[in-house]
């Protein structure tokens, strides 16, 4: 297969000069002729630079009569200020006047665009908003919400081969013979007026294209998975940036001057220093309309296809290439044929190619299903319901709540002793004697917030659909009425579940107040699945791990935490494996562990959870061992 690539400047300057003379006479560019205009922003700012002089002389004229003279004064100097960052550094005429080429430096600089590799830039900055209290002047206190900003990532695509279809000077001035022949007119006839010198304004925008749809495909489902896996917060901004690899300047000014080759070559006022002087004293508009006049537009894409394949395997012409369009540049580049650079690429020692690993992508999404619908505050058996406000409480559940906590200890208690159990013997019942609800509003933010960033990721595959014994035995589908209202607010479709931790009575409190410290986790009970919160949906085993508080309130009594927990998608294993289970996090398509020892050895189910915003320490159960 044959492919157009990066061009060869064929022609004479004087050529060239001459053509380029005649195509903007004929009012024609390589999009059609035009000039370039004032914008609504150049205007609004040239407005607001006029009003700003006025409101800084007022000001100043009236600064020592009363204060609002001070307020004018400020105001104008911020307005004028406005006029000078826009005009100066943001407007198109700045770029221009920055970048100003001659004959020679432009095809230079267009074959430097031509050679230079298309590079493709994702970025995404995660945040959040935060309500803060401050005293203000007066010494009240207010309210503001403002956003903080927390995980931010970046990530290129990988390219490993592009093919260039950028004009080049040369193909433009086919293009021009193809569109003015097509008129059948005669060209010879506007050599009667010459031209002595021309000024293009080049606009030069990035445009990049996959080589075909599979292309297409994976680029989007590896944007998709790295947005996927760096949304951590529960608002992103998110941006795919076209680069390239050379300086890119996106508006040029081009001097075609007969006879020399100089960008020098130009009117005395055509200088970025001139266009200075003119904004400062607000004539900025006027030198505008007058420079555009003068001037020719040419809109001069960079147009490149790329794919993750080197060019040598692709097996078809670029689905967007030239070769299958029909305008008057398309021709042009038929016309002029240009060489491909030859080009080397090495594979990193033990790597796989990269177009053996289109799969990939589709590998990483296998488990995650449709998006999920969220619930939105807190939940509805709450006391504290306003978010807005700032709230650390804990409620005493009454005695018929108590009962119900009673049945799910005792629906989810197994009589099955392991070799973490730490007490002398099996007791057979726990009796619970006082539950306590921890409503803390800035420990639920927070898992707010991650429950929002698993549900961007899509459904997991779901606890019933997973390997051993079914659904989780802390679920409402049993006895629903006779248990916990909690239970039955869940976004199941998470994988979010109640789930039992051992504790003492004022460790669990501790944990309730603060949330769990992934520093100390695991370091009472071993590390069987990994260094994490272990959690169990059977009370009898995170009996085994809870300890009696020797003296003080709960003396002789033990304690429970049942946590609303986001497991998401689950790495299941039945034995300890810690490389494999370390390879397996280090993907990061799992959010917890299921260590199933109740299907390997007929004991229990452990999740193991890493990240300490996906729990929330809901409930405090104190209770006593019961051996009757």
Not at 90 to 113: A, H, N, P
Not at 252 to 258: G, H, N, T, Y
Request: hydrophobic letters at 35%; glycine letters at 6%; a negative charge.
């Amino acid at each position: 297969m044959e492919f157009a690539p990066v061009s060869l400047f064929a022609q004479t300057s004087q050529n060239t000069f001459w053509i380029l003379q005649h195509f903007v006479a004929g009012s024609f560019s390589m999009e059609g002729g035009e000039r370039e205009r004032l914008t609504p922003m150049t205007i609004c700012s040239a407005i607001g630079g006029v009003v700003g002089a006025g409101m800084i002389v007022f000001g100043a004229l009236t600064l020592n009569q009363e204060s609002v003279g001070l307020i004018i004064f400020g105001t104008g100097i911020i307005l004028y200020l406005f006029h000078l960052i826009e005009a100066l550094c943001r407007s198109k005429t700045s770029k221009y006047l920055c970048w100003i080429l001659s004959e020679t430096d432009f095809q230079g600089y267009v074959k430097e665009l031509q050679e230079a590799e298309p590079k493709i830039k994702w970025t995404i900055q995660c945040y959040h908003y935060e309500t803060k209290q401050y005293t203000d002047s007066n010494g009240k206190q207010q309210t503001k919400r403002e956003r903080v900003n927390t995980h931010r990532a970046e990530q290129h695509y990988d390219i490993n081969g592009f093919v260039d279809e950028t004009l080049s000077p040369a193909q433009m001035i086919a293009m021009f013979h193809l569109m003015y022949d097509g008129e059948h007119e005669d060209l010879e006839a506007n050599k009667k007026a010459p031209i002595s010198s021309l000024i293009l304004l080049c606009e030069m925008p990035l445009e990049y294209h996959p080589v075909d749809d599979e292309e297409d495909q994976r680029l989007s489902e590896r944007r998709e998975i790295f947005f996927r896996d760096n949304t951590r917060d529960s608002h992103q901004d998110k941006r795919s940036h076209n680069l390239i690899d050379c300086h890119h300047k996106s508006n040029v000014m081009v001097i075609l001057r007969e006879g020399t080759d100089d960008s020098h070559a130009r009117p005395w006022w055509m200088t970025y220093w001139f266009y200075m002087v003119c904004t400062i004293f607000l004539m900025s508009v006027p030198y505008r309309c007058y420079f555009f006049s003068k001037c020719t537009k040419i809109n001069w894409e960079v147009l490149k296809h790329f794919s993750h394949k080197h060019e040598e395997l692709w097996e078809d012409d670029p689905k967007h290439s030239r070769a299958k369009r029909t305008d008057a540049a398309s021709k042009a580049f038929r016309k002029v044929q240009r060489e491909t650079p030859k080009r080397s690429f090495e594979l990193r020692e033990g790597a796989k190619p990269a177009w053996e690993e289109g799969k990939e992508g589709k590998e990483e999404l296998a488990d995650v299903g449709p998006p999920v619908e969220l619930p939105v505050g807190v939940p509805s058996y709450w006391k504290n319901q306003d978010l807005e406000k700032d709230f650390d409480e804990k409620i005493n559940l009454s005695a018929d709540e108590r009962e119900k906590m009673q049945k799910l200890l005792d629906v989810t208690y197994k009589n099955k002793a392991t070799r973490d159990r730490m007490s002398d013997g099996m007791p057979t019942r726990l009796v619970v004697n006082q539950v306590v609800r921890m409503e803390d509003s800035k420990m639920w933010r927070r898992f707010e917030q991650k429950r929002a960033e698993l549900a961007v990721r899509g459904q997991p595959k779901l606890m019933e659909e997973m390997p051993g014994s079914g659904p989780i035995k802390t679920s409402a589908e049993a006895d629903a009425e006779e248990l916990p209202s909690c239970l039955k607010e869940l976004t199941v479709n998470l994988n979010e579940a109640f789930l039992f931790h051992g504790s003492s009575p004022g460790g669990a409190l501790g944990i309730g107040e603060n949330g769990f410290d992934m520093g100390r986790v695991g370091s009472n009970v071993g590390t069987m699945f990994g260094a994490g919160a272990y959690l169990a949906e059977a009370s009898s085993k995170s009996d085994e791990y809870a300890t009696e508080d020797p003296s003080g309130l709960f003396a002789g009594k033990f304690a429970l935490l049942l946590c609303r927990t986001l497991l998401g998608n689950m790495f299941y294993i039945t034995e300890s494996n810690i490389p494999r289970i370390e390879d397996a996090l280090a993907t990061g398509r799992f959010q917890c562990v299921l260590g199933d020892r109740e299907a390997a050895v007929d004991t229990y189910r452990e999740f193991v959870v890493f990240d300490e915003a996906q729990i929330y320490p809901e409930f405090v159960l104190i209770y006593t061992r019961s051996f009757d």
